[in-house]
């Protein structure tokens, strides 16, 4: 078997399998999905995917397009379940994520596309960042840290590496591995405190 197919495949399963426990969590009330960052999400995983498709990622991009499914699941599940403790905060990064979303679509440069695409991503995880952080219960810890180790097989199954086939996932990775450690952290403290 190809390698790269191998890590492709095992990616897509690490990405399903993460967003089960979130969706049990949040059906069991006990995960609490902040809207806007579920919006953002749904948009840049569909785009991304088809981007990273184009540009040549191959297998490395099938996690995210099995991905960009269950972000719209939860997107539309926040509605009823998500937080509704949004600020003004969390308002003003969806309105800089969307801005920045529409100077995105108008790009006819694949650097710049996916550079702004990183950016709306890391933007659009700054409500869940700040959430999790008052509130580290509301989070499942498994999903984002099985999602970065997709997004780590994603690397790896990559075909062609260059700046533009691994930068969002090179993102996601990080913005991922960030809310685990901040949901960590923030329930060690709280335990103790």
Not at 21 to 49: E, N
Not at 78 to 107: M, R
Not at 175 to 190: A, D, G, M, P, Q
Request: charged share 10%; glycine share 6%; net charge positive.
């Amino acid at each position: 078997m190809n390698l790269k197919l191998f890590f492709g495949i095992i990616s897509t399963i690490i990405a399903l399998v993460s967003f089960f426990p979130y969706l049990k969590d949040i059906l069991g009330k006990k995960t609490f999905p902040h809207i806007y960052s579920w919006l953002v999400w749904s948009i840049l995983q569909s785009v991304g995917a088809a981007a990273m498709l184009r540009g040549g990622a191959s297998f490395g991009a099938l996690s995210l397009a099995a991905g960009s499914l269950f972000c719209i699941t939860i997107f539309f599940l926040s509605f009823k379940y998500g937080t509704k403790n949004i600020t003004k905060f969390d308002t003003i990064c969806l309105i800089g994520a969307i801005i920045t979303i529409i100077v995105w679509l108008f790009q006819r440069n694949p650097l710049l596309s996916i550079i702004l695409v990183t950016v709306i991503d890391i933007i659009a995880f700054m409500p869940t960042y700040r959430k999790g952080f008052a509130d580290p219960g509301s989070e499942t810890i498994s999903t984002y840290f099985l999602s970065a180790l997709a997004n780590f097989f994603s690397l790896l199954a990559i075909a062609n590496y260059s700046v533009i086939t691994t930068l969002y996932l090179s993102g996601l990775l990080i913005t991922n591995s960030l809310l685990v450690l901040i949901l960590i952290i923030r329930r060690k403290i709280i335990a103790s405190a």
